[in-house]
């Protein structure tokens, strides 16, 4: 009946968690073909399912585990056969002239018959049938569950000379559908939530299934200080990987950063590489992805709602009146919320009973007392707008005077960000949540995301977002694209989650290729000293993307600015400016590199304007100054076939032995550890903490917060807070204007000089150039 087949519909999907297996005890009449249909043959206990699934699946098992031939008509062929399975309803004669001696007969039928062919037979139908269907599910199953050989369909690139723009490239290849690559590279359906043809979340169990599966090689793509313009980490990046697999039969892994909105409309466009290194669809990974950013600007903004009413609410009404409005009465029962008993925790409380807390109880329950002039949480938004650095908010009557000085940061700044960027799962990414201080109370206690209530709300719009996004290369390599914090004034990298779950899936001799934002003195830097402690990733090699013009620049060439014409030194030869640049700023960056016990691997990204002396001069200077090896590459032109000798050199990198170290002790003074990063990566001969960040080093220590890492806040392009001075400065003082602190993330960030988390929109903005048009909807002017 249709209700029969409601409820076996409903255990199917019932059954699509842990339960391995569903049998179905229902009579003959009710087991029609819909009924048998729907329920999922991994699943299948008793052997109902249809005659398509009993091929794909239970031959299947016979074909891998007994390497035999099995044929199903025409009956030509049964004689060639090791197994003849019969499916069908009623008693079934197999004539002994048709089979093979010594030929197996299954029976897959639902009524009790006894075999009457000569040799082994095997009925299914009763309980006999139930235990080889179990057997054969759980040996299924177990064996999906192992680690699976890549079998990866590699898309052909046939690079056209000039080179086409980068929208034009990315459009005339055909990306293979998400759940084809995600089968390649042995992820099963179940992992995979598809967000259209092109892309894909990617489930966090994966970790667990893999859990025994040794991981491959971690590699970290990081630059020298760039100019304006980038220089080409995620070109790289990607050209890396499609060398790797496309054309030394490597398994490899890209996991990048999702780009910011701001950039991608503002000044530096998209974030998808170039030429032929660019992840597929390039329009679909600039705009939106699967909407990681705006989960993270919604939870943010939620805090900064909840900040504000609270301190309203608290200036507005008195403690009973507080009380009564946060824990109600229900039908007569007032009961306090998990989250709530985490704040009675919090403040030594250990009862659950609203009745039982004294009048001094329920005052320090219900008040947070936020100090507004400590405030540290900002609104958000994924767009560059100058004009949110600096608002009042709460200026209509209904807030009743309650007005306060803000501002907005960039999304990518905000905490949850990092928080995502950093957590290894979705409980510890709740409990970071949780931690999030959001200002300091007019006793001087800290007050976190728990404390406001919001912290369950925070991980119900990130659960989602937790799950890195699976996409492709120009020649059909995988690619995670996760979280996206800057690196100047966050930590620039790409999730641990996606690296976590890279390394798995290619393998011991794999290779997963993660790129930091910006030069190695940013960057890197806070890779290994945040995300390697936070995560227990060790890299194998760095590679050093350097550029003819960064060099130039660096060697003494006139400034470089986005959106004017290059000045002619970048564009002649000049092998004096690139002499210089190598032994100043290429030379430093190596050294850094050094600091950590990491082999590096300097990788030239080519331009059509470099000689062919440039190009020598800077190979052989990197290994003067201490580089493993020195390659240029040319995959913007020609894909992975252009940085083949790259991948060579990366891969025997990575087999040297690995010395790596951190630059300091988390358990150093805070001072000390701003001041060992600033002497022995930026350079520098001291730090001048100003008034301000004194005082806020002294709260953090007395609060606690001591053995966090440090993140600086820096400009990105000089290895001092001096953008001008580029080359390797010395002779300088570090000026520490501010500290802040993110709890959740975990890391005190100091603020050196004047440091900006919400970028401007320039003269012209790339949006000029972008359109649509309605009737293909095909996108023109991202770059």
């Not at 890549?150 to 459009?171: A, C, E």
């Not at 229900?330 to 704040?343: A, E, L, M, Y």
């Not at 590679?543 to 660096?554: E, I, N, P, S």
């Not at 090896?629 to 252009?642: E, T």
């Amino acid at each position: 009946s249709s209700s029969s087949q409601k409820h076996i519909v409903s255990a199917y999907h019932l059954s699509s968690g842990r339960v391995r297996g569903v049998y179905l005890h229902l009579a003959p009449a009710l087991l029609t073909g819909r009924v048998i249909s729907t329920l999922a043959p991994e699943k299948d206990v008793d052997g109902l399912f249809s005659i398509v699934n009993e091929l794909r699946y239970i031959l299947k098992y016979f074909i891998l585990h007994n390497r035999h031939r099995i044929h199903l008509n025409p009956l030509s062929q049964v004689k060639k056969a090791d197994a003849v399975v019969l499916l069908g309803a009623g008693p079934a004669e197999v004539p002994p002239t048709w089979l093979k001696p010594g030929a197996a007969v299954i029976r897959c039928d639902s009524a009790l018959t006894s075999g009457s062919a000569k040799g082994p037979c095997v009925n299914t139908n009763n309980n006999n049938s139930v235990s080889l269907n179990v057997v054969l599910g759980s040996c299924r199953w177990l064996r999906e569950q192992q680690y699976q050989d890549w079998s990866l369909r590699l898309l052909k690139l046939q690079p056209l000379n000039p080179v086409p723009s980068d929208i034009q490239i990315s459009r005339a290849q055909t990306p293979k559908s998400v759940q084809q690559l995600a089968q390649e590279i042995g992820l099963l359906p179940g992992e995979l939530e598809p967000y259209g043809r092109n892309k894909a979340k990617v489930r966090l169990s994966l970790l667990e299934r893999l859990q025994a599966q040794p991981d491959g090689n971690l590699v970290l793509v990081a630059g020298i200080t760039p100019t304006p313009l980038g220089e080409g980490k995620s070109t790289v990046t990607i050209g890396l990987v499609q060398a790797l697999s496309a054309h030394l039969k490597l398994n490899s892994f890209a996991c990048l950063r999702q780009p910011s909105q701001g950039p991608t409309f503002g000044v530096k466009g998209g974030a998808a590489g170039g030429g032929y290194a660019q992840v597929i669809p390039m329009e679909e990974f600039n705009l939106h992805l699967t909407g990681d950013i705006h989960a993270i600007t919604a939870a943010n903004n939620l805090v900064a709602a909840a900040i504000d009413a609270r301190m309203l609410h608290e200036a507005t009404q008195s403690d009973k009146a507080l009380f009564n409005r946060l824990v109600p009465s229900v039908n007569g029962v007032r009961k306090f919320s998990p989250i709530q008993i985490s704040r009675l925790r919090r403040l030594g409380l250990s009862t659950t009973e609203p009745a039982s807390l004294t009048a001094e109880e329920v005052r320090a329950f219900v008040r947070l007392d936020l100090d507004p002039s400590k405030l540290t949480w900002q609104r958000v938004v994924d767009t560059n707008d100058r004009f949110l650095r600096k608002i009042t908010v709460g200026q209509a009557s209904t807030e009743k005077g309650h007005s306060r000085e803000t501002g907005f940061d960039i999304a990518v700044a905000s905490e949850i960000m990092a928080i995502l960027a950093l957590a290894d799962g979705l409980g510890d990414m709740r409990v970071r949540l949780a931690r999030m201080v959001v200002g300091t109370s007019r006793s001087g206690q800290p007050i976190t995301a728990e404390d406001l209530g919001v912290s369950g709300a925070l991980a119900v719009l990130m659960k989602d977002a937790i799950k890195p996004t699976l996409m492709q290369t120009l020649e059909g390599t995988p690619v995670f694209v996760h979280a996206g914090p800057f690196a100047n004034i966050a930590h620039g990298n790409s999730s641990v989650l996606a690296d976590k779950l890279a390394l798995k899936l290619v393998g011991r001799d794999g290779f997963v290729v993660t790129e930091a934002g910006f030069g190695a003195d940013i960057g890197m830097e806070k890779f290994f000293s945040i995300k390697c402690r936070a995560s227990g990733l060790r890299p194998s090699a760095v590679v050093l993307v350097a550029t003819v013009r960064a060099l130039k620049m660096h060697g003494g060439g006139p400034n470089v600015s986005a959106g004017s014409p290059l000045p002619r030194e970048y564009i002649d030869e000049n092998l004096s400016l690139v002499t210089g640049g190598c032994h100043s700023n290429l030379r430093k960056q190596i050294e850094i590199a050094h600091l950590f016990g990491v082999p590096v691997v300097v990788a030239l990204n080519v331009f059509k304007t470099d000689t062919a002396a440039e190009i020598a001069l800077v190979c052989r200077l990197a290994l003067e100054c201490g580089a493993r090896a020195a390659v240029p590459c040319h995959h913007w032109a020609l894909g992975g076939r252009g940085s083949v000798e790259l991948a060579r050199a990366v891969k025997e990198a990575s087999a040297a032995p690995s010395h790596f170290q951190f630059l300091y002790e988390t358990e150093m003074p805070i001072v000390e550890k701003i001041r060992t990063i600033a002497q022995k990566v930026y350079g520098a001969d001291d730090i001048a903490l100003s008034p301000q960040a004194e005082a806020e080093i002294q709260t953090y220590e007395q609060q606690g917060y001591r053995s966090l890492p440090i993140c600086m806040a820096k400009t990105h392009l000089s290895l001092s807070h001096m953008p001008d001075k580029k080359g390797a400065p010395t002779g300088f003082t570090l000026p520490i204007r501010t500290v802040r602190a993110s709890i959740g993330a975990g890391f005190i960030y100091p603020l050196v000089g004047t440091m900006s988390t919400m970028p401007g929109l320039p003269t012209r903005p790339c949006f000029y150039d972008i359109d649509l048009d309605p009737v293909t909807e095909e996108i023109t002017g991202l770059f």
